[in-house]
């Protein structure tokens, strides 16, 4: 069992940065692979960015975000640079069994994911 705990969503003008903190629970942290999404009003939720050994981005924010994970602080970030009013949404950090994600278009799929945190928000003014 994995339980995941978001932070550092908050309001910012666009343009600015915030970086998104998901602390992970349980022993086998280091063998999960990671992934945060993010879902606006009426949207259906969508990929952002994974990390399993390598990394995976959406084309939305390749350049503008960096996924990292420091497996001593059972802690995987998502740095956001360049912000933009259309990145506003939830965004949720997800975990799933790395031996089980058998090719790199897994990793952009929700269903692909066993464990969820509930989220946190993030506003970018225009």
């Known amino acids: 069992q994995v339980q995941l705990v978001e932070s550092g969503g908050g309001l910012v003008q666009a343009g600015g940065s915030l970086r998104l903190s998901c602390a992970a629970s349980?022993?086998?942290?280091?063998?999960?692979?990671m992934g945060w999404f993010r879902q606006a009003p009426g949207k259906e939720r969508e990929f952002v960015a994974a990390?399993?050994?390598?990394?995976y981005y959406a084309d939305s924010g390749k350049g503008r975000f960096t996924i990292s994970k420091d497996n001593a602080k059972n802690t995987v970030y998502l740095q956001m640079n360049s912000l933009k009013p259309e990145d506003t949404a939830v965004y949720y950090c997800?975990?799933?069994?790395?031996?089980?994600?058998?090719?790199?278009?897994?990793?952009?799929?929700?269903?692909?994911?066993?464990?969820w945190g509930q989220g946190t928000q993030v506003t970018v003014s225009s």
């Open positions: 997800a975990a799933g069994n790395q031996g089980s994600f058998m090719g790199s278009m897994q990793y952009s799929r929700p269903g692909s994911y066993d464990y």
């Open positions: 349980g022993r086998t942290f280091s063998r999960q692979a």
């Open positions: 990390i399993s050994g390598s990394t």
